[in-house]
């Protein structure tokens, strides 16, 4: 029970971290990093609420296992993104790509 509860305050503390950065940062990368803090975050509360049960489930096991591939993926797609814009405006600077709209 205590062990739980750790767990969860742990992942809330991921996801304020995660908040935090998002609010104080202006680079896309440590975007992307603070998007994968509380995307795992998430997993964690997930998974530890799959164990709590009385028998241990085996369903969210295996949505989490989904939703961790789903999450390498987006991260390949938006590091891919964040490459082109840095090969093209040799900037990740938020502020300075903002500029760039129409």
Known sequence: ???????????????????????SSKNLIKYVMALEI????????FFITSISKT??????????????SVEACTLAV????????????RSLDVSKLRKLRW
């Open 38 to 45: 509380m995307f795992q975050a998430g997993n964690l509360l």
């Open 78 to 89: 938006f590091l891919s993104i964040i490459l082109v814009l840095y090969l093209r405006f």
């Open 1 to 23: 029970m205590m062990v739980s509860f750790i767990i969860y305050i742990t992942s809330l503390i991921m996801i304020g971290v995660g908040i935090a950065i998002l609010l």
């Open 55 to 68: 028998p241990p489930l085996a369903e969210p096991r295996a949505t989490m296992i989904i939703l961790i």
